[in-house]
Nanobody, 122 residues
């Protein structure tokens, strides 16, 4: 069964950068897409970005478009989320997950990791 483990979170000042990693055990190309989500305190979990296995296409929520970049290293079986120009509103626990279904059907993502905390504060 697929397992995902996130890492790379931390405390960063506004305007700073972080790179999150999602290490995948198992063959991530067996899944249609790997996605990143986040959940801030008191808020519902929201989709951030995803990368589609078959063609490598990437998709972003409007709130992060132009600031975040998702990528993957198939050999290392890692999906990255490069986050630049971070804002206090990006503070959340970030999770990665996988889906066998349509990559923008967020209800079908499974195999959630434990999450990694990102805090943007001065």
């Amino acid at each position: 069964q697929l397992q995902l483990v996130e890492s790379g979170g931390g405390l960063v000042q506004p305007g700073g950068s972080l790179r999150l990693s999602c290490a995948v055990s198992g063959d991530m190309l067996d899944y249609n897409a790997i996605g990143w989500f986040r959940q801030a305190p008191g808020k519902e979990r929201e989709w951030v970005s995803c990368i589609v296995s078959v063609d490598g296409s990437t998709h972003y929520a409007d709130s992060v478009k132009g600031r975040f970049t998702i990528s993957r290293d198939n050999a290392k079986k890692v999906v990255y989320l490069q986050m630049n120009t971070l804002k206090p509103g990006d503070t959340a626990v970030y999770y990665c997950a996988a889906t066998n279904y349509y990559h923008l059907d967020f209800t079908e993502y499974k195999h959630w990791g434990q999450g990694t905390q990102v805090t943007v504060s001065s």
